[in-house]
T-cell receptor, first 109, second 114 residues
């Protein structure tokens, strides 16, 4: 079966750095996405990785290791507005997205 | 209209009733999707359409049907609603559904079946 695993919840302090991990087992791999979802809102795109390595975009970075079936999202200089759920999704061999249940990130002052 | 819209925003529906959730996008995207999101579970794909005139089944299609008569609209119909269909429904679109295409999501419809 296809499976995406993420921690259910994480807590971090404003101004700090947090790493959210995602491991996956899917039928085929055509890229990995990270989305942000604030409570009661729609998911919005953060990043895309298809090759191994780190993609940096401002305060957010995403890393991929295809051989390990592993990715992480790194958030630096945390702000209160970063409190949200972070969703990991893998595009499978049929080009459909398989989604993790999401990691709820709580930022404390 | 800017982006992707859904209607209604929320709905309480009696079991056994028929309901159509509407989704419209103005980005001329070829691919469209319907997901449901339940607490503790990831987004689950119900149906998708890679281009106008074609549709396909996702992970959880039973009890739902879709049509794609044109590029902009992708309605989702519940023929006879059951309480297990209580969920938040998101419509999404992407330019082609391939490569690094991101999916753009509508605001969602919160459906309660009683």
């Amino acid at each position: 079966g296809q499976n995406i695993d993420q921690p259910t919840e994480m807590t971090a302090t404003e101004g700090a750095i947090v790493q959210i991990n995602c491991t996956y087992q899917t039928s085929g791999f055509n890229g990995l996405f990270w989305y942000q979802q604030h409570a009661g809102e729609a998911p919005t795109f953060l990043s895309y990785n298809v090759l191994d390595g780190l993609e940096e975009k401002g305060r957010f970075s995403s890393f991929l290791s295809r051989s390990k079936g592993y990715s992480y999202l790194l958030l630096k200089e945390l702000q209160m507005k970063d409190s949200a759920s972070y969703l990991c999704a893998v595009r499978d061999e049929n080009y459909q997205l398989i989604w993790g249940a999401g990691t709820k990130l709580i930022i404390k002052p | 209209i800017a982006g992707i819209t859904q209607a209604p925003t929320s709905q309480i529906l009696a079991a056994g009733r028929r309901m159509t959730l509407r989704c419209t996008q103005d980005m001329r995207h070829n691919a469209m999707y319907w997901y449901r999101q339940d607490l503790g579970l990831g987004l689950r794909l119900i149906h998708y359409s890679n281009t106008a005139g074609t549709t396909g089944k996702g992970e959880v299609p039973d009890g739902y049907s879709v049509s794609r008569a044109n590029t902009d609209d992708f309605p989702l119909t519940l023929a006879s609603a059951v309480p297990s269909q209580t969920s938040v429904y998101f419509c999404a679109s992407s330019p082609t559904g391939q490569g690094n295409d991101e999916q753009y999501f509508g605001p969602g419809t919160r459906l309660t079946v009683t």
